[in-house]
Structure formats: C-alpha cells, structure tokens
C-alpha cells in the first residue's frame, strides 16, 4: 500500500487504479467503497482503462438496481468480453438472460450470438434461431440481418435464399449495410439464373 501510495502521487494511473482495489475489496485496509470509488475517479481521470472499467461496473449495478435492463445487458457484455473483469460466458448467459426476462431486445440478439458462436454453450443453431427471431420481431436490424443469414446458410433452418431476402429486407430498411449489401448480391445472383 505505501509503495502504491508514493506511486500514486507522482500520478501513476495503476497504482492509484489498484488502491481502488484495495478499499473495495478490504485488502490491507479496512473496507470502504467511497474511498475505493475515489481512487477509481483519479485513475479514470488519467486514463485508467482498469479503472474506467471498475466504475462502469459500479455504474451498471446502481442502474440494474432501478431495473434498468440495458445496464444488465452492458454487464453481460463486459464478461462476456473479459473487460475488466474475468471471462465468464455463464455470467454473460445469466445478465443476458435478466435483460431478456425485461423484453430487451439487444439482449436477446447478444444471447443468439452466444448460441450461434458456441461461446459457454454448445454451438446450437436452431436456438440461436430462436433467439434472433425474438431480437428480430422486436425489429433489431442486427438480429433481422442475422436471421438472414441463418436463412441463407442453412444453420439451423434449411436453406431459404426467399425468407433470407425477406429478413435482409427488414433490416437494409433499417439502414444496417451488411444487410443493403447482402440484399444487393442476392438479387444479383437472382438475375442470372431468372
């Protein structure tokens, strides 16, 4: 603690970063989050990405608190990421799943992600499907372009380039690219066999 504290006041971001830690987690110090939420400020301040991230954290929690759905699903997507904190697809799956359970519809669309990558889960098409369809119908352009896509892959559904150009459709509707330039391509290809 004195090393990091003579560290921090020649302003080394990390050591006062982990300082922060050391209030939060009553290590060496007696346990105390607004000292901890202090040294998580300064080393923010100077650009502490640990930091930064430890008071998003904090952040998200107050605001999951208030039932604020998009805030779980920014926690999912901080462990599913490993930003700032450990890896954790089950933790993701969890926070993604309480923002689902609120009908929000990034939520879901992150979810099918997991399930389309194999990410914590078994790689399962046909669930993924199931998920980017609710994404979708909430019209989620992402979720709709990616319903397309499982459409025009055959995963988890048999090939369908008609229900694929229905669902890049939406979405290109919704200005996503990825789905006006895909929807472009498919009514090209059209064009030379009709």
Wanted: aromatic content about 16%; glycine content about 8%.
């Amino acid at each position: 603690m004195e090393l990091y504290l003579a560290a921090s006041n020649l302003g080394n971001e990390d050591s006062q970063c982990s300082i922060g830690y050391f209030y939060k987690d009553g290590q060496g110090v007696s346990q105390d989050y607004s000292k901890a939420m202090e040294w998580f400020v300064m080393a923010a301040d100077l650009g502490s990405a640990d930091a930064q991230i430890s008071l998003a954290l904090n952040w998200y929690h107050k605001a999951v608190n208030q039932g604020y759905e998009e805030a779980q699903c920014g926690i999912a997507c901080l462990y599913r990421d490993g930003h700032g904190v450990p890896h954790d697809y089950s933790l993701a799956m969890e926070w993604f799943l309480k923002a689902v359970e609120q009908e929000y519809a990034c939520a879901r669309q992150n979810l099918d992600c997991l399930y389309h990558d194999g990410q914590g889960v078994g790689q399962d098409y046909v669930q993924a499907m199931a998920w980017y369809r609710k994404a979708a119908d909430q019209d989620n352009s992402k979720a709709q372009y990616s319903v397309g896509l499982l459409y025009k892959n055959s995963h988890g559904v048999s090939v369908d380039y008609s229900q694929a150009s229905v669902w890049f459709l939406k979405a290109a509707k919704q200005w996503y690219t990825d789905a006006q330039m895909r929807l472009a391509y498919l009514n090209q290809c059209e064009s030379y066999f009709f």
